[in-house]
């Protein structure tokens, strides 16, 4: 009997990955954040790191963000879409399968009708020639 289900089987590895340390500095004398007009920014940005300050009003905002992970993202994103794409194929083929088993029945049973079809034919005529 056969089964039409799929069936997915997945590994997970785990390795360190040696990511490169990236830093930016940004100095900014006090005297000038009270100049800067409204809206306006200091940025820094060496590598992934990005280092943004603001003064706004009698607040200052200091923002700092590092996408050192994006090579992670990118290789996992890699092996989603290979596995996506696997898993695909693999429908395919029992789509494909399946389709080919549907067209042997209907060739069997269409045989066995003709079959069945002249059987009985040819048993009415042997009646005739009898009577």
């Known amino acids: 009997m056969r089964s039409d289900s799929l069936r997915q089987v997945s590994h997970l590895t785990l390795r360190t990955t040696a990511i490169p340390e990236s830093r930016t500095f940004l100095q900014v004398p006090a005297a000038d954040l009270c100049k800067l ?3 306006a920014v200091y940025t820094s940005k060496s590598g992934q790191a990005t280092a943004t300050v ?3 009003r009698d607040t ?3 923002t ?6 994006q090579q992670l993202v990118y290789e ?6 290979k596995i996506s794409l696997s898993g ?18 209907g ?3 269409i045989s066995f009708l003709t079959f069945a ?13 009898k009577a």
């Open 88 to 105: 695909q194929n693999s429908r395919k083929e029992s789509k494909k399968e399946a389709v080919f088993f549907l067209i042997i029945q």
């Open 64 to 69: 700092a963000t590092c996408d050192s992970l």
């Open 117 to 129: 079809r002249n059987r009985i034919r040819d048993s009415r005529w042997v009646k005739e020639q």
């Open 107 to 109: 060739v069997i049973l």
């Open 60 to 62: 200052l905002y200091v």
């Open 54 to 56: 603001r003064f706004i």
């Open 37 to 39: 007009p409204a809206a």
């Open 76 to 81: 996992y994103q890699q092996q989603i879409e």
